[in-house]
C-alpha cells in the first residue's frame, strides 16, 4: 500500500516503512553490495506456480552514472521463469530513473509512475 512514484532524492535515500512496504535507497543498496565481492539476484514468481532463477553477479554502479544496474550470467533453477530483466527486452546497464532524473528517451518513469531501470 506504498505510493511509488516517488522523485529521484527519495528513491537514493530510501521511503516507507522498514516493518512494511519499504524501498532500501539505492545508495543504501549500493553500499551492501560494495562490501562483498560478489552478489546473486535471485527472483522467485509465485503466482500459478513456483520459478524461480538468479544472476550470478548482480551490481548497481556508481551515484556519478546514476546507479546502473549488471547482472552477470542468467541461470534457472525450477521451471521456466524467463530471463525478463535482459532477456528480449534488457534492462543490463540502465541507469536508474525517477520522477525529476527520468534518463529514458521515453519518459518512462511518469508513464510507469515509479522508479526503476528502464
Same mark, same amino acid.
Given at each position: 500500500?506504498? %505510493?511509488f512514484?516517488? %522523485?529521484?532524492?527519495?528513491?537514493?535515500?530510501?521511503?516507507?516503512?522498514?516493518?512494511?512496504?519499504?524501498?532500501?535507497?539505492?545508495?543504501?543498496?549500493?553500499?551492501?553490495?560494495?562490501?562483498?565481492?560478489?552478489?546473486?539476484?535471485?527472483?522467485?514468481?509465485? %503466482?500459478?506456480d513456483?520459478?524461480?532463477?538468479?544472476?550470478d553477479?548482480?551490481s548497481?554502479?556508481?551515484?556519478?552514472?546514476?546507479?546502473?544496474?549488471?547482472?552477470?550470467?542468467?541461470?534457472?533453477?525450477? %521451471?521456466?521463469?524467463?530471463?525478463?530483466?535482459t532477456?528480449?527486452?534488457s534492462?543490463?546497464?540502465?541507469?536508474?530513473?525517477?520522477?525529476?532524473?527520468d534518463?529514458?528517451?521515453?519518459?518512462?518513469?511518469?508513464?510507469?509512475?515509479?522508479?526503476?531501470?528502464?
Amino acid at each position: 500500500d506504498i %505510493n511509488f512514484n516517488r %522523485n529521484i532524492t527519495e528513491y537514493v535515500d530510501g521511503f516507507g516503512d522498514v516493518y512494511g512496504d519499504h524501498w532500501l535507497g539505492l545508495r543504501k543498496i549500493k553500499e551492501i553490495l560494495g562490501n562483498h565481492a560478489r552478489h546473486k539476484l535471485s527472483v522467485i514468481l509465485m %503466482n500459478n506456480d513456483y520459478c524461480e532463477n538468479y544472476y550470478d553477479d548482480f551490481s548497481i554502479g556508481s551515484a556519478a552514472n546514476w546507479y546502473p544496474i549488471n547482472f552477470g550470467q542468467y541461470m534457472l533453477v525450477s %521451471n521456466k521463469c524467463g530471463d525478463s530483466l535482459t532477456g528480449s527486452v534488457s534492462i543490463e546497464g540502465s541507469s536508474f530513473s525517477a520522477r525529476g532524473k527520468d534518463l529514458t528517451a521515453h519518459q518512462c518513469s511518469t508513464v510507469h509512475q515509479g522508479g526503476w531501470w528502464y
